[in-house]
């Protein structure tokens, strides 16, 4: 490889000025020249991404673009294409063997990005195939800049009016671009889209007592702005939803190319499936062995006997008497606030890893335009944003359920299984990952984490704490956390068989709630987040046993050394690399190049 030559201006990719914020971001030690070539690119890169990205540029704390919207006009879209394949080609003329250990990981790693995105640009087609693409934009546009003190607020008050004054055009842009998209694209995106005209009459209304001199201003450009967003409600009611026609199905050849992107892996789908069923049947098992004698302890030596009861129906009154024990709809942030000081207790007793100071966790409701999709989750700060709040939502319950569906909501998710819930989304698992995660010096680590391995952490965390003693060996909560297990299986089997076509959404039902012990709410939550983020659902249950097969791998390299809290710190130590790369980082082996 001739290095003059891949420095040639004739082949670099022009991009906007590098901003500070990645100009300044720390880049590990360079080696070599081939170092330095990879480092300017990678930089050169991200500026262009964040500048064609503004809403996700905000979110990852680069904060030039942040009075910026995307612009997704046919030749918006062209240019981006066209753009990525560039940055692919100069990314080939680099051999990765010329580089030292952290770039050659970075170069991998930035490379499997570009071919995921140009993927994403010429066959799933978002801004055509679903208006949750631009409901998503709209919300996110706001509401990354009133949720962290990144600036003050007339800074970011003044950058809420002006991208405000350009959603009308991202609006009409959308209406332009979407075809036909699924139905339940479009019904779940009509909810998203009053969740941001809430947004925008309520939390950024009162956001700008801030800055009164900005009042005026800010009232002008949201009357018509909400005026836009009522009209775009109106184009997906009376319009779109009509011709909302496609099947939400990926179908087998789509959804295997996006399955490897998603994964990082050449794993088929049948296999995928195959290694899932062989899951769910141990993890029942396991399941009905508990609750065989659990049933004894609360319902009675013979009751089960005498009413001659099959395992799974002894399993499926423990878990209803397990659910039993819930709280009300309004208790339930406060409830999960409670347990995460238990779990810290408990972490710094066990030395299970050592926590994160200073890292601010809020509990909220989840926003109101990113509801419909899941019960929880956690929103980090951007890694280029060090120092500001990581939020934990819970979404609320529905105000239009009826008794029946708020009930079943809530005994899904009792007060055992939101201790699981609290430790998969906070300590130790994402929150703490996350955190570990934006220490590492590499901005491409920071920007491209890779959800396998993140929620395969959070996954191994329930079960590493169950396994520590954490609830005091009580079988309740042992019981729990197989099934929040069980129900990471049963996602990946309904996932591929939905999107691949061989499985019916009864089916999907039949397995989740006799299966998998689930409430029907939860269950059929879970078909229209299958139906709207295909391939995700899969990320917990391979990411799990990537992470359980290191640690037996760590374990035999280190032997009578192994302890929990180093083996935990030393994964997180990395980032959040692909596990695949992961592997070779945790045991020291040579850096693949494939």
Known sequence: ????????????????????????????????????????????????????????????GVHEFDGELDDLSSSGIKKRQETATRFLDELSRLEPSDLSSLHRYDYLIL????????????????????????????????????????????????????????????????EANLKSPARIDTETAIKQNAGCISLITEDLKKAGQNAPELQESLENASKITVEALESFGDYLEQDLLERSTADYRLGKELYAKKLQHTLNSDIEPEELTAKAWKEYEAVRAE?????????????????????????????????????????????????????LAELEDFIREKDIITLPAGEKLEMEWTPEFERGVAIAG????????RGLKTFFYVAPVPEEWSDEQV???????????????????????????????NRFPSLVRAVLGSGVFIEGWAVYTERMMIAAGYGGGDPRLKLSQLKFYLRTVTNTIIDIGLHTGTMSEEEAL??????????ESEAR??????????????????????????????????????????????????????????????????????
């Open 1 to 60: 490889m001739c290095f003059s030559l891949f420095l040639a201006s004739s082949l670099l990719v022009s991009a906007p000025r590098a901003q500070e914020s990645i100009v300044s971001f720390p880049t590990g030690s360079v080696v070599t020249a081939s170092d330095s070539a990879f480092v300017e690119l990678s930089k050169r890169y991200f500026a262009w991404h964040f500048g064609v990205n503004p809403v996700s540029a905000t979110s990852n």
């Open 111 to 174: 490379r499997d990005h570009i071919r995921s995105k140009l993927f994403s640009l010429k066959e799933l087609r978002a801004w055509e195939n679903s208006p949750l693409f631009y409901t998503g934009l709209v919300g996110g546009s706001i509401r990354s800049l009133l949720s962290r003190d990144f600036a003050p607020w007339e800074v970011r008050l003044k950058n809420a009016i002006s991208r405000l004054t350009k959603i009308p055009h991202l609006l009409a842009q959308a």
């Open 287 to 339: 399941i009905i062995q508990i609750s065989r004698k659990l049933h004894g302890e609360l319902f009675g030596e013979q009751a089960a006997e005498e009413a001659g009861k099959t395992d799974e129906e002894m399993a499926r009154e423990v878990y209803s008497k397990i659910a039993d024990v819930h709280c009300k709809p309004d208790e339930l942030l406060d409830q999960c606030r409670k347990y």
């Open 378 to 385: 956690l929103e980090s700060p951007g890694p280029l944003d």
């Open 407 to 437: 009930e079943s909501y809530l005994r899904e998710y009792n007060n055992y299984l939101l201790r699981i819930l609290c430790i998969h989304e906070a300590l130790p698992g994402h929150y703490v990952q996350g955190a570990y995660a």
């Open 510 to 519: 039949e397995l989740m709630i006799h299966g998998g012990f689930q409430e």
């Open 525 to 594: 939550g879970k078909i229209v987040r299958a139906s709207l983020t295909s391939t995700q659902l899969v990320t917990y249950f391979v990411g799990l046993q990537g992470v359980v097969e290191l640690e037996k791998l760590y374990r035999e390299k280190v032997g009578q050394d192994f302890a929990p809290e180093a083996f935990n710190e030393r994964l997180l130590s990395f980032g959040s690399p692909p596990l695949s790369y992961l592997k070779e980082m945790v045991l020291e082996e040579g850096v693949s190049t494939r």
